[in-house]
């Protein structure tokens, strides 16, 4: 979909927020709290960002972006290039960090830019009259983004790094507390989604959580074969490209977005063989059962991986 940049504005230290509206006689399709959109760049360069705005609003998608220093080209060239009347390419809004709007009670915990899907879901609980809480940990208040939405609710806490007298963030005393009913919710950095994951296994279903980058290495080794099933191809992945490298090299037609493993978009069905696992969005019981991979990250162990293709 076309959508025009309706306003650019400052939320933190290195953080913009961007208003897209769709283009005159165009509408938005809606989306649900925890949602996300992908982003067409230019040319080889797609990202996705959480929308952080009230579902209900109809034909706005608000975005939260962080510049990173580490920036593989998303967050730089939308903060270089992206500019108030811009007309951009969006997809079509997708969930993988659903909310239980059920639940009795839901704690969302977030580090940095990953507050962004929890705003959404905080205007959707409101709506709903459906009890949260809000754990907020940050390096300093000046990166801490979105903090005027968040002032007026005696529920949030927030936890800045360089100012002690700020609560320190208690992963392992959120889980052990949390009541029989209450859904925990997480979007951060890699370690405290580990820690997150580690702290809160036992809880199954009533945890969720979503990785908005990753520090594992991506498979680039190579040295194995690819055998798609449906369309009956061989793919060698040579050393020195990823499996999405060698499948969309050969043309063959695979969705992806973050290049990371953490947004779910490019995952593939296994049928034979057994791959190596560099994603962040499988389950470990989803890692265990080998019946899927994410190729824009991961390899194989076996000389042959057959693949739903």
């Known amino acids: 979909m076309k959508a025009r940049i309706r306003s650019i504005g400052w939320e933190a230290d290195h953080v913009l927020c961007f208003r897209l509206e769709p283009l005159p006689g165009a ?8 949602g996300h959109i992908e982003l ?14 009230d579902p209900a609003e109809t034909d706005v998608y608000v975005i939260g972006v ?31 960090f659903p909310l239980n709007e059920d639940a009795e009670l839901s704690i969302l915990v977030a580090g940095g830019i990953g507050i962004t899907p929890m705003l959404s879901m905080i205007a959707r609980l409101q709506r709903l009259g459906r009890r949260w809480e809000l754990h907020y940990a940050v390096r300093s208040r000046s990166r801490a983004a979105f903090l005027d939405r968040l002032g007026g609710y005696a529920q949030v806490h927030l936890t800045v790094d360089d100012e002690p007298a700020t609560p320190r963030l208690d992963l392992a005393g959120l889980v052990d507390s949390a009541p029989a009913g209450a859904h925990l919710y997480c979007c951060g950095p890699a370690g405290m989604l580990s820690a997150f994951r580690e702290q809160g296994a036992r809880l199954g279903d009533r945890l969720h959580y979503e990785y908005f980058s990753s520090d594992a290495p991506v498979a680039n080794e190579g040295g194995y074969q690819l055998l798609l099933q449906r369309s009956g191809k061989r793919v060698e992945v040579a050393p020195g490209e990823t499996m999405l490298d060698a499948l969309l090299g050969a043309g063959v037609d695979v969705g992806f ?23 962040s969005f499988l389950t470990p019981q989803e890692r265990d059962a080998n019946t899927a991979v994410m190729p824009c990250c991961s390899g194989a162990r076996s000389s042959v991986l057959t693949l739903d293709l």
Not at 27 to 33: G, L, M, S, V, W
């Open 27 to 34: 509408h938005f399709p809606p989306f649900t709290a925890g």
């Open 40 to 53: 067409a760049l230019k040319p080889g360069l797609s990202r996705s960002y959480s929308l952080l705005n």
């Open 66 to 96: 962080q510049l990173d220093p580490a920036s593989r080209g998303g967050s730089q060239h939308i903060h270089e290039h992206w500019r108030a009347g811009q007309v951009v390419e969006v997809c079509e809004p997708r969930n993988h």
């Open 257 to 279: 977005a973050c290049y990371e493993g953490v947004c779910g978009s490019c995952r593939v069905t296994v049928l034979e063989g057994v791959p190596d696992h560099r994603d």
